[in-house]
C-alpha cells in the first residue's frame, strides 16, 4: 500500500491528522453492492433503474456512481444543459490543459480536440495553457476560467469558451490589471455579475479581496470594499467555496 501526502507551500509546519479506512474490496465497493474479495461489486439484488445499475438508492439519497472515470484535482467542472464541461487540472503527476465534455444523459465523455475548435487570430490566444487551481463560471453560451497554477506561474489569465456549434472555442480577454489567483471562487448572480473571491497569491499569501465584473465587460473588474467579517486575516480565504443567495428584500448574498 503507498500513501501519497500532497501539500503547497502554505503548510503550516504543525503536523496532521490522517483518518483512513481499510476495505477488503479492490474498489472499495458503496453500501448498495456486496464484496466478493474480487475485482467487481456485484449488486445486492436485481433492481435496476434506469441505466444506473443497482439504483434503487434515489439520486437524492446517495452519491449515484458515474460510467466515467476522469481522474484528476484542481479542475473546473461547468454545466451547460446536460452537458459538464471539464477543464485542466492536476493528476499528481502532471498538469492537464484537455477539455472533456461530459454527456449526462448518454454517460459518455468526448475529448474535445483542439483541431475542432474555432481558431484565434493570435495562436497563443487560441487555448490556454495546462493549469489547475483555476476558477470557473457559466455564462450565456459558455463559461469563463480565470487563473490558477500554470507549470510557469500563477496566472491572471481570463478566458471564455463558447460551446455553440459552429462558434466553439477559446476566447482570451485580454487585461493588464486583473490579479493573479489560484484556489479562489467566481460565482454568478442573477444580474450576470460575477464575484471573484480571495485564493492564494503568486508569493504565497491568502487573499481576502473581493472582485467584481460584468458579463457584458469581463475585462474590467472593481475591488469591492467592505468592513464586513472581522479582521483581514480572518477574511483571507484559500481552496473555499462560495455560492449566490438571492435574498429577499432586494437583498442579495454571496455565502
Same mark, same amino acid.
Given at each position: ?32 453492492? +456486496? ?7 456485484? #449488486? ?9 445499475? #443497482? ?71 487560441? @487555448? ?12 450565456? $453560451? ?12 500563477? @496566472? ?27 484556489? $479562489? ?40 470594499? +467592505? ?29
Amino acid at each position: 500500500m503507498l500513501l501519497l501526502l500532497y501539500s503547497d507551500t502554505n503548510y503550516a509546519l504543525e503536523g496532521f491528522t490522517a483518518e483512513y479506512f481499510i476495505s477488503p474490496c479492490p474498489l472499495v465497493c458503496p453500501d448498495w453492492k +456486496s464484496c466478493n474479495g474480487s475485482s467487481e461489486c456485484p #449488486c445486492k439484488n436485481s433492481q435496476i433503474r434506469g441505466t444506473q445499475e #443497482c439504483g434503487q438508492i434515489s439520486a437524492n439519497e446517495s452519491l449515484v456512481p458515474f460510467g466515467t472515470r476522469l481522474g484528476r484535482v484542481g479542475h473546473s467542472a461547468i454545466r451547460i444543459d446536460d452537458v459538464v464541461y471539464i477543464f485542466g487540472g492536476f493528476n499528481l503527476n502532471i498538469l492537464l490543459d484537455d477539455l472533456v465534455a461530459l454527456n449526462l444523459t448518454s454517460e459518455a465523455a468526448d475529448s474535445i480536440s483542439a483541431n475542432s475548435l474555432e481558431k484565434a487570430e493570435d495562436p497563443r490566444d487560441d @487555448t490556454p495553457s495546462a493549469r489547475y487551481a483555476h476558477a470557473a463560471a457559466a455564462y450565456k $453560451h459558455g463559461f469563463f476560467i480565470h487563473g490558477g497554477r500554470t507549470a510557469e506561474e500563477v @496566472t491572471n489569465e481570463l478566458w471564455y469558451f463558447d460551446v455553440r456549434a459552429g462558434k466553439m472555442g477559446w476566447r482570451r480577454l485580454h487585461s493588464q490589471n486583473l490579479p493573479r489567483l489560484m484556489y $479562489h471562487t467566481m460565482t454568478k448572480t442573477s444580474e450576470d455579475t460575477f464575484y471573484v473571491y480571495g485564493g492564494g497569491s503568486p508569493v504565497g499569501a491568502f487573499s481576502a479581496e473581493l472582485y467584481r465584473f460584468s458579463g457584458e465587460d469581463p475585462s474590467n473588474w472593481v475591488t469591492v470594499s +467592505s468592513s464586513c467579517c472581522g479582521k483581514l486575516k480572518e477574511r483571507s480565504l484559500l481552496a473555499h467555496t462560495t455560492t449566490f443567495w438571492p435574498q429577499k428584500k432586494d437583498r442579495k448574498s454571496v455565502v
